[in-house]
Structure formats: structure tokens, C-alpha cells
């Protein structure tokens, strides 16, 4: 049984924050879950996918944020509880569905998460998405720990619930990859079917029956005040005269350095953990009572600003600070030294941070950036296509994906990213706006998720570029989830459809499409100088498995290779493929065997063939 | 209690993350309060992972620069790289045994002097226990056990408030079945390697 599965309240377990709300939602009864993956969100929906396949749960991987959204929200109109889970760039996707939903609202309680990515450990962007929110006129709750996650999860289907509105639940990073540990409670058996009762005049968003809505929203926002400040999660800790506003993970800091800097019988620490509406009455009192306040948040001043304002409206003067050169930073992630620092220096305490190693002379250790995988057909293609454009001044849109590493050198096959789906739309841009050859990358994943209107804009305007599709038939980075396009046999499901990104492609009549196998060096180049060549929209689809999970499928890989002494040192092989399975001793260069996966595209571009299979077990280990 | 903080680094691929579990699966038997976090956004894709474990009562699930009491490296430029987590009361464990980074082999860096490197560590921190921690997991029976051998030095230091019993527990009770055995064994070794470094 699935652990997240186990029956046994009271029982302790060490859990990752991400584990942690999906067994939240598991024991509040979750009928029905929705997702595109995205890290720092994978995680959750991962365990709902495997607990799902032992439960009553329904989960799916969805094409996109707003499809899973909209899936959700209709579950949650026929009375069932419903999540939908997402990264915080995967809300910009679904806001179209989420705006008006919430104007429609629920009738069984529904959350949507968003795993916001301070610092961009792997996102394109840090954009606090408190601002949703107050976008959206819908609830907010953010913990600050694992263990008030999963708590959390069960408190937002109620809040959700009483109000009839979805509830937006935000972490951070460091609540979806933080672990702690997590008393488990009961788990509650979903309603798995609902009903949905016919009320066009209050569910069909035509003007008339939106603007009665608009006025029903305003008043939920106003019931959701008197829960905000009722809520057992924004509370005060201390009595003293230094306030300190906190919300999510700056509150574990905060409190560590109250305690560090021992100023516990000064500080009244207000915790925010239900940050829309935030509580005014709450937050006027503790203004009263302070004669100095600091609002320690990431990201935007968010709270700061509301803060500042309430102050306004009592008449209230005391100095109230937070973002500022000398405080705190919009930038990145806070850290616990950072918070120690300036609440010391707000509060004018004495304070020598630790002595930190004078590194100057330690010499600069060589960078360690991630790289596509040894054997990786995305290499393969990214080396077919530079050879099949040789000579010809390009530009390279790229996506979101593993391949996204094509940036790095020698590869250097991305010159433009914005966002999922924008290799194809801003293809089309670069395609009008410049005489070069427009050459964009996609994965599968990605043009399943909004790679296909682009691809449709370019054949209905007749644009001149060439789309390469990536299809390693998995949506790999986020740790090989499905995709419509993969066979779910892979995953031991049986009910799934499958679709064929040719029959798509060609479909929407794109007038030049190929099916390339990048490991077949020579023909790859030969098809895509066919479709560099052709004027309009050209698509190469490039297919190979995902090497990686090809391997985690245990499916037979290649012989690896290794250099045999007609290696006359040229180096194409490093210094164009790039393979991590290289590796140079002195002046030669080796393959190790562990990592070869027997792709031989080395072994094709060697102008020496000099690259060779490993022929025994005693071969791959000298070499 | 007392909270005491370390710091795991290591390459994508070497057990770090396993290594972390144990030791708060650890913690959970010997009812000792525990926080981790961890950043290992494209681990299988051979970057950097790093984690942090905080014993006691600390709210917060990350460390600050200077602040680590002990840090474990699991690949020598990696334990230089992550130097400024130390200050001069820090304690280091490091593996010698290097994995140099692509960017070596095609020229866009140098590897640094093994014992340069030592030399640099041991100068700025309390001290430094450095072992080749590979070749004691191929001891074990398997070059994947590396976790293993480090997590039995990091105990025998006996900073972390954990002990060796209640980490085998672990290492029994979440580590696959069938290399528990090996896992132990691996536990050992590193554990023998740092009462004779020390």
C-alpha cells in the first residue's frame, strides 16, 4: 500500500512538504485531482497519481494548467471536492478559467495550488503570486511549515466550502522540498460522485448574469474577512512593543532569530497564514500596540502595502517598514542570517553575525551546470541541426524542458524563452521581423500543453520558419510524468487514448513535415536541410525515447563505446556533442562506459571511426 | 535542544538525497526534532545537489552561509565549492575521490589540486576528515553505497545528535531490501575510516 495510504491516525512519519498536502488532501476526502507538473509542485501530484491508483481518487494529468482547472472546477460545481495543482507561471495559464470562476464559484470546496519559486531555482520568473489573490477576489492561505501544509489542505476545503469559492493555497520551494515530520490523522472517504443541477442565471457568464456575480463576489470577499480574522492561522506570538509581520517560510526565520538574538519579551510577532483578505481588525490592534513595525515577506511587498494602509486609516504613524536598500530585498529567497541581521538592525540590537571563512584565495572550482543526460537524443538532434544550418545566419526559439539546456555551449541552440508554447509564436515574431532563418525547438509535453495554436497561427498566416518537435515521449524535467501523447502501458494503465503528434501536425496542414530518428546522424541532417530549405512552415519531428526513463523502464540499451587508438585527437566529439560520458586523462579523451548508452552518435561524427563498440566486459573496463 | 546544522552536497546521481532521508528517518526513531529541505531541481541531470539538516529546535529548514556546524561532501570540488557554508568552528567530511564536471573536459575550467584543496579546508575550518569514500563503497559491494560510507563517518564524528544504532535502523528500514546488507556494511567502513582519521 501506498504509504500516504496508511490508516492509522496519531502515527508519525517523515514527510516531504509536497507529500505532506497530498496526504492533507487524501485525508480531506479529495474526490477528484487535476495537474500539469511543474517543479516545485511535481511532487504532490505525483503521489496523487500513484495513491490514486489505490484509492477512489480520480487524478489526471491534464494537457495544460487551465484544462486542469477547468476540470477541477467543474468537479467542484457538481459538488465533489477538487484540487488542482500547479507552479506558480502554471496560474498564469489557468488565470482565463480561474478570474471567472471566481465570479461562478463552487458548490463542493476546491483549492488551487500554486508552488511559487522564489530565487527561480527552476522557473523562468519569481513572480509572487499573493497578487492572485487580490487579482481574483479569492481566499489565500500560505503555511510556513510541512506540517501546517497538510494541515492547511483540510482547512481550505472548509474555507472553500463556506464561501462557495475556490481557496488558493500558495507554498514556496521551501515548503514543497523541505521535509519534517507529520502526525498523520484520519483519512475522510471522498464523495467521489456529485451531482451538477442546471442554473444558467448564475452559472453562464453572459454579461447580464456576470455583473449579478461581480456583486456576490464582493460580498464573499467580505465574508472571507470575518474567516481571515477568526482563522487559527494568523495569530500573534509574543506582547511586546517591536512587531514583526511574517507570512510562509520568513515566519520560521523570524522566529529563530527572536530566539537567537533573545529578544522574545520585546517582539509581538504577527503570523499572516490567511494573507487574503488579510485580517484588518487583527492587524489594526497589533499596529495599536507597537511602536515600531518590520514586514518580513519574499517577494513583493505584498502584505507591507496593506499594512501601511490600515495604519493610514486609523491615523497611525509609527515608522513601518519592510522592502528597502537597507532592509529587506524583492530579489530571491530570504535566509535565516538575512532575517536575523535586519531585524537587528531595525530594532537597533547589538549583533556580530557568525565569521564567515575568508575565501579569496580558495581558487575558483570549475562550474558544474546541469547537462543533457549521456545520450540524450535531444543532443543528437541539437548536432543535426547545426550541421543541416551551417552556414546560414539563424535564430533559435526555444521552450521549457530538458532541452532548455541546449543553451549552454557547445550546443548554444536557444536564443529566445519566454514562456510554455512561445518557441512557436514567437518563431512566427522573429520570422516577420528579420531576414534569418527561424529555426524553433518544442518538446513533446510543451506542444501538447500550448505548443498547438501557435503551429495553427503559423500555417493560417503562412509563416516561413521551421518547428522541431522534440518528441521524446515523456514530459521528462519535471521527472517523466505522462503526456497525451506516451503509452500508458509504460505505466502499467490500461483506458488511456493516445495521441500522434504527426497526425496532429499534419492535421492542421502544415505543408513540410518530416519524423526524423536522431541517432541516424546523417539522414536527420539530410531531412532537415530538406526542411530548412522549404519557404512556410516546415515541421521536423524529431522522436527518440527519453534515455533516462528508457533506462528506468529497464529497455535494452546499446553496447557502449570507448576510443580505440585510431583516435587521432580531433575532438569533435567533445568539443560538438558535448556527451558528459567524455572524459579527458592527459591529452586523450575516454568514454566511460557507466555512462554510455550505446546512442553512437559519436560514433558517426569521429572523422577518424574511431569510436567503437565495447566487444567484452574486459574492454569496457580499460577503456 | 541544541540545534546543530549540516550541510550535504553533492552530484546529481550520489545518494545525497537518500543519505538525508536516512538520517531524518534517524531522528524520527530517536524522537529528536528534525528539518530538511532540499534543492535538487535537476538532480538526475548532473548539477549540484545540495540538502540541509537541522537537528533540534529550529523552525527554519535552511542554513545560512557561515552557520553549518558540520558539512559533508560527497565529491571534493564540491566540498571546496561549498566552503562558505563554514566558519572556523565548522567540522568538514569529505570524499577524495573526484568526479570532475564536463566543464573540465572541454576546457572551461580546471580541476583543483586534491591537496591544495585539503590543505585549504583544514586551514579554514576546526577540521577535516578526508577519505576515499568510493573506494570503501566498492568495499561494500557497491559503488552506490558511497552514501552509506559517508553517513557512517558523519555519525562516528557524533556531532549530529543521532546514534549509529538508530541510523542502521534506518538505513534498514528505507533503504531497497535488497542492498540493505551492503548498505550496512558501507556504514561501517566510513564509520572505521573516521575513527582512524580523527
Redesign the interface.
Known amino acids: 500500500m501506498h504509504k500516504l495510504l496508511t490508516e492509522n491516525p496519531g502515527q508519525k512519519m517523515l514527510l516531504l512538504g509536497n507529500e505532506a498536502i497530498a496526504r492533507g488532501a487524501i485525508e480531506a476526502g479529495v474526490a477528484v485531482a487535476s495537474t500539469y507538473p511543474g517543479t516545485p509542485s511535481s511532487e504532490i501530484s505525483l503521489q496523487l497519481f500513484q495513491t490514486s491508483q489505490e484509492s477512489d481518487l480520480y487524478f489526471e494529468y491534464s494537457t495544460n494548467e487551465k484544462v486542469a482547472m477547468e476540470v477541477a472546477a467543474a468537479a467542484a460545481n457538481s459538488g465533489v471536492r477538487s484540487m488542482c495543482v500547479m507552479k506558480h507561471v502554471g496560474v498564469n495559464v489557468a488565470a482565463d478559467a480561474l478570474m471567472t470562476l471566481a465570479y461562478v464559484g463552487v458548490k463542493g470546496g476546491m483549492i488551487v495550488l500554486t508552488a511559487d519559486d522564489p530565487y527561480m531555482f527552476s522557473s523562468q520568473n519569481e513572480q509572487d503570486n499573493r497578487f492572485y489573490a487580490k487579482l481574483s477576489g479569492l481566499p489565500m492561505v500560505e503555511p510556513s511549515s510541512v506540517e501546517e501544509a497538510k494541515e492547511m489542505v483540510g482547512y481550505a476545503f472548509e474555507i472553500s466550502e463556506k464561501l462557495q469559492e475556490p481557496v488558493l493555497f500558495r507554498t514556496t520551494t521551501r515548503i514543497n522540498h523541505s521535509s519534517a515530520i507529520v502526525t498523520l490523522g484520519e483519512i475522510k472517504a471522498p464523495k467521489t460522485k456529485g451531482d451538477f443541477v442546471k442554473d444558467p442565471f448564475n452559472l453562464v457568464t453572459i454579461p447580464a448574469v456576470s455583473r449579478k456575480l461581480h456583486v456576490k463576489l464582493l460580498e464573499n470577499i467580505e465574508k472571507a474577512e470575518e474567516f481571515s480574522e477568526a482563522s487559527q492561522y494568523n495569530f500573534i506570538n509574543g506582547n511586546g512593543n517591536w512587531g514583526l509581520v511574517c507570512n510562509g517560510v520568513s515566519y520560521n526565520y523570524a522566529s529563530d532569530a527572536v530566539k537567537e538574538l533573545d529578544i522574545a519579551d520585546k517582539v509581538r510577532l504577527l503570523r499572516v497564514g490567511f494573507s487574503y483578505p488579510m485580517p484588518e481588525k487583527i492587524i489594526k490592534d497589533f499596529l495599536k500596540a507597537c511602536e515600531k513595525v518590520l514586514v518580513i515577506e519574499e517577494g513583493e511587498p505584498y502584505m507591507e502595502e496593506k499594512v501601511k494602509a490600515f495604519a493610514q486609516e486609523e491615523g497611525l504613524t509609527l515608522p513601518i517598514r519592510g522592502k528597502a536598500k537597507d532592509l529587506f530585498t524583492r530579489l530571491y529567497e530570504f535566509d535565516p542570517a538575512q532575517v536575523r541581521e535586519n531585524i537587528a538592525r531595525f530594532f537597533g540590537i547589538p549583533y556580530t553575525p557568525a565569521a564567515k571563512p575568508d575565501i579569496s584565495d580558495v581558487p575558483e572550482v570549475p562550474q558544474r551546470p546541469p547537462n543533457l543526460c549521456a545520450g540524450c537524443s535531444h543532443r543528437a538532434t541539437y548536432y543535426a541541426v547545426k550541421k543541416a544550418a551551417e552556414g546560414l545566419d539563424t535564430i533559435y526559439p526555444t521552450d521549457i524542458g530538458c532541452y532548455t539546456l541546449g543553451v549552454l555551449p557547445p550546443l548554444s541552440t536557444a536564443d529566445f524563452l519566454l514562456c510554455m508554447g512561445s518557441s512557436v509564436g514567437t518563431g512566427c515574431g522573429f520570422s516577420i521581423a528579420t531576414d534569418k532563418k527561424v529555426i524553433s525547438f518544442i518538446g513533446d509535453s510543451t506542444f501538447f500543453h500550448s505548443g498547438i495554436p501557435g503551429l495553427i497561427n503559423a500555417v493560417f498566416n503562412n509563416h516561413n520558419f521551421t518547428l522541431i518537435i522534440l518528441d521524446n515521449s515523456i514530459t521528462a524535467m519535471t521527472g517523466h510524468q505522462p503526456n497525451p501523447g506516451v503509452d500508458m502501458k509504460d505505466f502499467n494503465l490500461t483506458g488511456y487514448g493516445r495521441v500522434s503528434i504527426e497526425n496532429v501536425v499534419r492535421a492542421i496542414g502544415v505543408p513540410h513535415v518530416a519524423v526524423i530518428k536522431p541517432y541516424r546522424v546523417n539522414k536527420s541532417i539530410e531531412a532537415l536541410k530538406e526542411a530548412i530549405d522549404f519557404k512556410g512552415v516546415s515541421v521536423i519531428i524529431s522522436k527518440e525515447a527519453c534515455t533516462l526513463y528508457a533506462q528506468s523502464l529497464k529497455k535494452t540499451r546499446g553496447k557502449p563505446f570507448y576510443i580505440s587508438e585510431k583516435c587521432k585527437n580531433h575532438r569533435d566529439c567533445v568539443n560538438e556533442l558535448a556527451c558528459p560520458a567524455f572524459y579527458t586523462e592527459g591529452e586523450k579523451v575516454y568514454i566511460n562506459a557507466d555512462l554510455c548508452t550505446g546512442c553512437a552518435v559519436c560514433a558517426q561524427i569521429c572523422p577518424e571511426k574511431a569510436i567503437v563498440p565495447v566487444r567484452s566486459k574486459e574492454k569496457a573496463s580499460s577503456s | 535542544m541544541e540545534t546543530k546544522r549540516l550541510i550535504i552536497v553533492a552530484?546529481?546521481g550520489q545518494g545525497n538525497l537518500l543519505a538525508?532521508?536516512v538520517l531524518?528517518?534517524a531522528?524520527?526513531l530517536a524522537d529528536i526534532?528534525?528539518?530538511?529541505?532540499?534543492?535538487?531541481?535537476?538532480a538526475?541531470?548532473?548539477?549540484?545537489v545540495e540538502s540541509a539538516v537541522v537537528f533540534g529546535?529550529?523552525?527554519?529548514?535552511?542554513?545560512?552561509?557561515?552557520?553549518a556546524d558540520l558539512l559533508l561532501g560527497f565529491e571534493p570540488?564540491?566540498t571546496?565549492?561549498a566552503?562558505?557554508k563554514?566558519?572556523?568552528d565548522t567540522v568538514v567530511i569529505t570524499n577524495t575521490a573526484p568526479l570532475?564536471?564536463?566543464?573540465?573536459?572541454?576546457g572551461?575550467?580546471?580541476?583543483?589540486d586534491l591537496d591544495?584543496l585539503q590543505k585549504?579546508i583544514c586551514n579554514?575550518?576546526a577540521k577535516l576528515i578526508a577519505f576515499d569514500a568510493q573506494a570503501l563503497a566498492k568495499q561494500a559491494g557497491n559503488i552506490m553505497s558511497l552514501n552509506m560510507v559517508l553517513l557512517g563517518s558523519l555519525i562516528q564524528i557524533g556531532i549530529m545528535p543521532v546514534s549509529a544504532d538508530k541510523v542502521k535502523e534506518a538505513i534498514r528500514t528505507s533503504t531497497k531490501k535488497a542492498f540493505v546488507d551492503i548498505n550496512i556494511k558501507a556504514f561501517e567502513l566510513g564509520f572505521e575510516a573516521a575513527a582512524k582519521a580523527a
Open positions: 552530484v546529481g538525508s532521508k531524518g528517518e531522528a524520527l526534532p528534525v528539518r530538511m529541505s532540499e534543492i535538487h531541481g535537476m538526475q541531470r548532473g548539477g549540484v529546535d529550529a523552525d527554519s529548514t535552511i542554513i545560512s552561509d557561515g552557520e570540488s564540491e571546496l565549492r566552503l562558505n563554514c566558519n572556523a570532475p564536471p564536463f566543464t573540465v573536459a572541454i572551461k575550467g580546471t580541476y583543483p591544495v585549504l579554514k575550518t
